[in-house]
């Protein structure tokens, strides 16, 4: 009967220190992003102004606003007014060659709204860039490629799309490559016509 006792104080006793035994340090918290305030600040991105309505297969995905940081609603910031949304990615060299020439069609007073979605790129190498080219349109950042799914984007970038005040959604596939503001102006015609 004194064995019996004497191994339950002995199992007791194992598993008091084994509960207390140091377990080492403490996890240490992830270190915070990099501070982007001064890459912001240089890219002086346009905000991501955000209206009711939009796309249906961008709607309650969110992205984020280049200009701040915040989360938005895609489909917010198309929605409300015709829009032309460019999907590029900072590794791209068609998108650094179109990127400048939607920035020119933006700043003439015949533009509708344009709109960049950075994919598959690091938040800070896409400031850097939009800063370099001197593009200053709001630009999203799809960080979880949701956007990517939702509007079902080719593999091969740049793509453009034309997006009506309605929330209709077309692929631009005629140029491909938009290679000048006069090229960015028949797209618009050709694909919204009148829907402008």
């Known amino acids: 009967m004194k064995s019996r006792w004497a191994l339950v104080a002995v199992i007791l006793l194992v598993a008091g220190v084994v509960a207390l ?11 915070p992003g990099p501070d982007l305030t001064s890459a912001r600040a240089e890219a002086a991105l346009m905000p991501c102004a955000t209206a009711v309505g939009g796309p249906e297969s961008v709607r309650g ?4 606003c280049l200009a701040d940081g ?23 060299q068609p998108c650094r060659e179109e ?13 509708i709204a344009v709109v960049g979605l950075a994919i598959k790129s ?10 370099d080219l001197d593009v200053t349109f709001p630009n ?32 631009i596939s ?16 050709r694909y919204l016509g009148g829907a402008r």
């Open 21 to 31: 035994w140091p377990r080492g340090d403490a996890p240490k918290p992830l270190p």
């Open 140 to 171: 999203l950042l799809d960080t979880d490629g949701s956007v990517e799914r939702g509007l079902k984007i080719p593999a091969a970038l740049p793509a453009s799309y034309l997006i009506s005040a309605d929330g209709t959604v077309t692929f």
């Open 174 to 189: 005629d140029p491909r490559l938009l290679r000048s503001v006069d090229d960015v102006r028949g797209a618009v015609t």
């Open 61 to 64: 995905i969110t992205a984020e």
């Open 122 to 131: 690091p938040t800070g190498d896409a400031l850097g860039l939009l800063r």
């Open 99 to 111: 990127l400048p020439v939607l920035a020119e069609y933006a700043a003439g007073t015949d533009a």
């Open 70 to 92: 915040s989360r938005v609603e895609v489909a917010g910031v198309l929605a409300g007014r015709p829009v032309l949304l460019n999907v590029w990615a900072t590794w791209c």
